[in-house]
T-cell receptor, first 116, second 112 residues
Framework: GAVVSQHPSRVICKSGTSVKIECRSL??????MFWYRQFPKKSLMLMAT?????????EQGVEKDKFLINHASLTLSTLTVTSAHPEDSSFYIC????????????FGQGTRLTVV | QKEVEQDPGPLSVPEGAIVSLNCTYS??????FMWYRQYSRKGPELLMY????GNKEDGRFTAQVDKSSKYISLFIRDSQPSDSATYLC????????????FGAGTRLFVKA
């Protein structure tokens, strides 16, 4: 199956700093990547959808200036959490889809962010 | 009312039992139905993917979709301790772009 690699798997940062999370499709070209956030014992929450070469589409309630998404190539998307606060601590997961007609997306292994 | 309802459990069963996991939904436009398994502190992995009503079987897993009742199920036969995980249902509709809604996930414990 298709492989999506997410890095880092775990990160601890200080309040006020920025953290970048990478999502790479290793064996296919991902025209669309999705970024999710998951709180403990809660369902996945879609944060934004990014298409290669264009601006990300953010879900309602997600601050685009705080969660910067860049999808500069067909194999890499990045999520930068800017000026992190403890309430940003969460599990962030990306998924990637090969082609707009593809109906399935493949998930990365997730990044556990802890802001202290 | 949430678009997708899933009992969070936890559900505890003995090894070898048949497990039934379920979700209900309210949006009749949903076209695709998925089940994911998520181990603790890991990303979700796709287990089953169905498009139409009826059953789809893959090894010990059977996915069932009843569009008339807006009800989907995942059955696990001969459950193993390694099946202990959170199982999420997800549903997707294409309205000029895909919209996917996840259930809250059901926590399953299979006791040896």
């Amino acid at each position: 199956g298709a492989v999506v690699s997410q890095h880092p798997s775990r990160v601890i940062c200080k309040s006020g700093t920025s953290v970048k999370i990478e999502c790479r499709s290793l064996d296919f070209q991902a025209t669309t990547m999705f970024w999710y956030r998951q709180f403990p014992k809660k369902s996945l929450m879609l944060m934004a959808t990014s298409n290669e070469g264009s601006k990300a589409t953010y879900e309602q309630g997600v601050e685009k200036d705080k969660f910067l998404i860049n999808h500069a190539s067909l194999t890499l998307s990045t999520l930068t959490v800017t000026s992190a606060h403890p309430e940003d601590s969460s599990f962030y997961i990306c998924s990637a889809r090969a082609g707009r007609r593809s109906t399935e997306a493949f998930f990365g292994q997730g990044t556990r962010l802890t802001v202290v | 009312q949430k678009e997708v309802e899933q009992d969070p459990g936890p559900l505890s069963v003995p090894e070898g039992a048949i497990v039934s996991l379920n979700c209900t939904y309210s949006n009749s436009a949903f076209q695709y139905f998925m089940w994911y398994r998520q181990y603790s502190r890991k990303g979700p992995e796709l287990l089953m993917y169905t498009y139409s009503s009826g059953n789809k079987e893959d090894g010990r897993f059977t996915a069932q979709v009843d569009k008339s009742s807006k009800y989907i199920s995942l059955f696990i036969r001969d459950s193993q301790p390694s099946d202990s995980a959170t199982y999420l249902c997800a549903m997707r509709v294409n309205t000029g772009g895909f919209k996917t809604i996840f259930g809250a996930g059901t926590r399953l414990f299979v006791k040896a």
